[in-house]
């Protein structure tokens, strides 16, 4: 680990990924999550951004990374490349254009391509406070997101809605999957030796990361 | 390609061995110096670089500047000695490299842009360009007409139109809107560049609109302020950038390995450190390269940067080396906190906004003309921004393509 975060104080760091068609508001679910801000005027997002926020999980302090991709088709190629050693992903959907809902399926498959079997995934129908304009129901999201065995949440970056349960629930669920691992491992969780690399799957760069001693490098 | 394997360790000692203590300003290298030349005022200091091993990490610290000393921009009256009794553009070499030591002043670049950008002819007269101009706005809203006039009941039995019509409002609505030009609700700048980019969705329909495009309209539209001018100077730069929003990513593609064929020429260590964390993907620059450091620096340097990259004076690809100034300005950073891919990507995406512009210019200038003929051959025929040799077969798209 670089010293480029080594003045965080934090027992895991997650990496989670936010994906899903263009203009469904993931960079401001992002934004919300870590800076408490909104803007409908925010930049397209070409390539990849970031942003990281710690929060208490248990007993234990998990820093989430968290990238914001880009959701225009085109860049697929390039920002599939970004999904490496994810543990967790938000698919986000637009409950007012049902077709970004229709392509949830190409973008499950996608993360799946990418990504090991252990991620956690949560679909994520956002900008649910436009009610009058609503134009994919609850309730089949809800037996899409059964049907796939991912999670499920509505939010609203714009009022706030479900934004931090949306990224704690990823997290959290992360943080068991992690635990379980280690405890399979014959390990507590609590006391792995520093610097160890958790495997939640079976690819070597699928990993979450413990965090080390202050003096590692 | 030729081969470009002659001692790489030359190249890469070059800007290290930048005296500490003693400032290059008066190292003057005329910009049609040869590789050599150039390369061998640094060769005398490569043995007390390679002495001491630290020095290259207090590169960060230094000026390492030996481009020349940027130049105030061109202003109208000096502009004027560069035309001749009707128009013509008399010496179009020398007004290129005015204009690449020091970019044009803010009022002049509405007129001089259309000559950068190949919308005018460098040796058309006045007389000519009004003419041309006068076509070339009746050839546009003929264009635009063809949208115009699909009716509502015709666009529900037409997706793609409602597609690209629903992507290009999305993104128009968020693109430079701090910038006061683009302010405000109801903005008509904005619906402007909406009418734009529809329009070239139509213009070239292969390619069709594809994000990133409001970012290098925007600037244009705020210079030339006239659509139909604005459309077709967008039109002359997607000539050479259009690549770049292709389908199979291919002009993004050659661009970062035509750069990280330039790294290994002229920073064959930090090109090392690349390879043993797998990142000589490059995709780390990606923004970088698509729009042209639109999104790392501010409104205003991103159009003197632009001006200067589109006078294509010591190179067609000056952005790349570009590239590699900034790299290399970090690279102390990027190779002692041992970076991964990762973090090198969050780390080069947090440069934004902190890239000092004219030091950038003078380090890549200087790469460039020390790179020479090596460099050059690192970048493959057809590499964007070079004019593609055959425009026809360029955007073949799928039938698939974008759903949104």
Not at chain 1, 98 to 123: A, G, P
Not at chain 2, 302 to 312: D, I, N, Q
Request: hydrophobic share 35%; charged share 30%; proline share 3%.
């Amino acid at each position: 680990m670089g010293a480029y975060r080594a003045d965080d104080d934090y027992d895991y760091l997650f990496k989670v990924v936010l994906i899903g068609d263009s203009g469904v508001g993931k960079s401001n679910l992002l934004s919300r999550f870590s800076r408490n801000e909104f803007s409908l005027e925010s930049k397209s997002t070409i390539g990849v951004e970031f942003a990281t926020r710690s929060i208490h999980v248990e007993d234990k302090v998990v820093k989430a990374q968290i990238w914001d991709t880009a959701g225009q088709e085109r860049y697929r190629a390039i920002t599939s490349a970004y999904y490496r050693g994810a543990v967790g992903a938000l698919l986000v959907y637009d409950v007012t254009r049902h077709v970004t809902f229709e392509n949830v399926e190409r973008w499950l498959k996608e993360l799946r391509d990418h990504t090991d079997s252990n991620i956690v995934i949560m679909l994520v129908g956002n900008k649910a406070d436009l009610r009058h304009l609503r134009a994919v129901s609850t309730e089949d999201a809800k037996a899409f997101a059964e049907k796939e065995s991912t999670f499920f949440m509505e939010t609203s970056a714009l009022e706030s809605m479900n934004v931090e349960n949306a990224f704690t629930e990823v997290l959290t669920q992360i943080y068991r999957v992690v635990s379980k691992k280690a405890l399979e491992a014959g390990d507590d969780p609590a006391a792995l030796p520093k610097g160890q690399t958790i495997n939640v799957g079976s690819k070597d760069d699928v990993s979450a990361v413990k965090k080390v001693g202050c003096c590692s490098s | 390609m030729k081969k470009h394997d002659k001692k790489p360790n030359n190249y890469s000692s070059v800007v290290e061995s930048n005296d500490v203590h003693k400032p290059l300003e008066d190292v003057h290298v005329p910009a049609n110096s040869s590789e050599e030349s150039s390369c061998e005022i640094h060769n005398k200091n490569e043995e007390a670089a390679m002495r001491d091993e630290n020095l290259e990490y207090d590169y960060d610290k230094l000026s390492l500047v030996w481009g020349k000393p940027r130049q105030p921009p061109l202003g109208s009256k000096e502009w004027s000695t560069f035309l001749d009794s009707e128009g013509r553009v008399i010496d179009s070499q020398a007004l290129r490299k005015r204009i690449f030591y020091g970019g044009v002043e803010k009022g002049l670049r509405k007129e001089v842009w259309r000559f950068l950008l190949g919308y005018h002819s460098y040796d058309s007269t006045c007389a000519e360009r009004e003419y041309l101009a006068s076509i070339r706005k009746s050839e546009y809203e003929t264009i635009k007409n063809q949208w115009k006039s699909i009716t509502k009941e015709q666009a529900k039995r037409f997706t793609k139109f409602r597609e690209r019509k629903a992507l290009i409002e999305k993104d128009v609505v968020r693109t430079d809107r701090s910038i006061p030009f683009y302010d405000g609700d109801d903005n008509s700048n904005v619906k402007c560049l909406r009418d734009i980019l529809l329009t070239y969705s139509f213009y070239n329909f292969d390619l069709g609109y594809c994000q990133g495009m409001s970012d290098l309209l925007s600037p244009i539209l705020y210079v030339m302020g006239d659509e139909p001018q604005s459309f077709w100077c967008f039109v002359a730069l997607m000539e050479r950038l259009g690549p770049n929003f292709n389908r199979d990513q291919n002009g993004v593609h050659s661009q970062l390995f035509a750069l990280s064929k330039l790294v290994e020429l002229l920073d064959n260590p930090l090109h090392n450190y690349f390879q043993q964390k797998d990142c000589l993907n490059y995709f780390f620059c990606f923004r970088w390269v698509l729009i042209q450091f639109k999104r790392e620096f501010d409104f205003e340097k991103t159009m003197r940067l632009w001006e200067v990259l589109w006078t294509h004076y010591l190179s067609e690809h000056l952005h790349l080396y570009v590239c590699v100034a900034i790299l290399r300005r970090h690279r102390s950073k990027i190779i002692g906190e041992e970076m991964d891919f990762d973090t090198l990507l969050k780390f080069i995406n947090e440069l934004s906004g902190h890239i000092n512009l004219d030091a950038t210019l003078r380090d890549a200038e200087a790469l460039c003309i020390c790179a020479g003929e090596n460099g050059e051959a690192c970048i493959p025929p057809g590499t964007p921004p070079s004019l593609p040799f055959e425009i026809t077969s360029m955007y073949n798209q799928q039938d698939d393509d974008d759903i949104l």
